[in-house]
Every structure is written in structure tokens, then in C-alpha cells.
């Protein structure tokens, strides 16, 4: 690799590793609180490029982007309930499945593969449950574990330089 090369990834090494650390504080003080913030902005730019669009008479694109961005803004937790609930039960459902179709095969596994074949399916159904039952619970250790991992990348991205 050439100096150019090197001094590229360094110049874009740095940025990205206090970016990884800030948006990682972020998720582990605000939580699932971030969706809220991210609707926001989503929404936000939605409407900012369907204005911008409007601005080149591109009219059913703009008026399509424009609603949207205020769908996001007004219901966005509301499709994130009906969301993550049908997630959960997705869940339920896949991880039932998944026993079902085991079943028959437990008897020639052994060790190893008989623990995982048997915690994969528990370990969905019970997250699907989680999603049901306490979504926002679930979602808090969810941002807070992304966050930690998060900064940990950020860490180690400023320690390799």
C-alpha cells in the first residue's frame, strides 16, 4: 500500500472512530429514546427532499416524499409498536417451528449439538416473548449493548491507529 493510501485511511480512521464513540454514548444515555430522535430525522429529510423536489416540479414524487416524512414524524412509534409486536410473534412462531422440525432429530445428536439445537429455538421464542410482553425493555438492552459495542469499536479503531 502506498503512503497516499495510508495516510487516507488514517485522515478517514480518526472521524469515524469518534463518531463510533459519540453515536455509542448516545445509544447507552438515550436508549430506545434514540428511535424517536431517528424518526425525527427521517422524517425531516423525507420532507427537506420532497421540497427539494418540489422545487424541480417533480410533483407526485415530492408530495409522496412529503407525506411520508410526516407519517414518520406523527405515527412513528405507533408502526414501531405494531412493528416490533409482529416481530415478537414472528418469533414465537419461527422459534416453535424450529422445535417442531427438530424434534425428530434429537435423538441421533450428542454434546454440542444437541445444546444448541435445543437453546437456538428457546433462545428465540424467548425473545420473541420479550417483544411481545415488554418490547421497550427489550429494546433499552438492546441500545445499550449496540452502544457498548459501539464505543469498544471506537476504541479499538483509535488504539490500531
Known amino acids: 500500500m502506498s503512503e497516499g493510501n495510508k495516510s487516507f485511511i488514517n485522515k478517514q480512521t480518526l472521524p469515524t ?47 409522496v416524499e412529503i407525506a411520508v416524512g410526516i407519517v414518520v414524524i406523527t405515527c412513528g412509534w405507533t408502526i414501531l409498536d405494531i412493528t416490533l409486536l409482529v416481530i415478537g410473534i414472528v418469533a414465537i412462531i419461527y422459534g416453535i417451528y424450529l422445535f417442531a422440525t427438530l424434534i425428530p432429530k434429537y435423538k441421533n445428536m450428542k454434546g454440542y449439538d444437541l445444546v444448541a ?45
Not at 43 to 53: H, P
Not at 149 to 161: E, P, R
Open 17 to 63: 472512530a469518534i463518531a463510533l464513540i459519540v453515536i455509542g454514548v448516545l445509544f447507552c444515555i438515550f436508549k430506545s429514546d434514540m428511535l424517536s430522535i431517528l424518526f425525527t430525522v427521517v422524517g425531516v429529510v423525507l420532507i427537506c427532499v420532497g421540497i427539494i423536489e418540489l422545487l424541480n416540479k417533480l410533483y407526485v414524487e415530492s408530495a
Open 117 to 161: 439445537n435445543i437453546l437456538a429455538p428457546l433462545f428465540v421464542i424467548i425473545v420473541g416473548i420479550l417483544l411481545v410482553v415488554s418490547k421497550w425493555q427489550l429494546s433499552n438492552a438492546i441500545f445499550i449493548v449496540l452502544g457498548i459495542l459501539s464505543i469498544v469499536d471506537g476504541i479499538f479503531m483509535l488504539a490500531k491507529k
